[in-house]
């Protein structure tokens, strides 16, 4: 009997409105929380790793900006680089962040 009332509740929407506000909250709570572990959080990791590969470039490392242009870093600057391209070695300035990729592989020795 008691379960038919509260069907009777339910289907009326005169049930208690804390309860279900309380609930919504939660419920938002968790699909913020899903959202920042599934979007956010991968994002700024791979924003980290980006920005420390072009913090530990060198000269002679071989590259790809976003452009699509391989080449050879023949310059560093503290916000540009010169890269020598492969095919006629012509010499071409690009900003520290137009790198999307580092070729060169690089011994760790950090500890």
Do not use: C
Not at 3 to 30: C, D, N, R, W
């Amino acid at each position: 009997m008691d379960f038919m009332l509260t069907l009777e509740k339910a289907a009326s929407g005169k049930q208690g409105g804390s309860g279900g506000t309380l609930i919504m909250i939660l419920y938002l709570v968790v699909i913020f929380g899903a959202m920042y572990f599934m979007l956010i959080r991968p994002q700024r990791k791979k924003q980290k790793e980006e920005k420390k590969m072009r913090e530990n470039l060198q000269v002679g490392d071989e590259i790809v900006t976003i452009g699509g242009v391989h080449g050879r870093i023949i310059a560093l600057k503290e916000d540009t680089f010169v890269v020598e391209s492969k095919s006629d070695h012509s010499k071409l300035t690009f900003s520290r962040w137009a790198i999307q990729q580092n070729l060169t592989v690089h011994d760790s020795t950090e500890k």
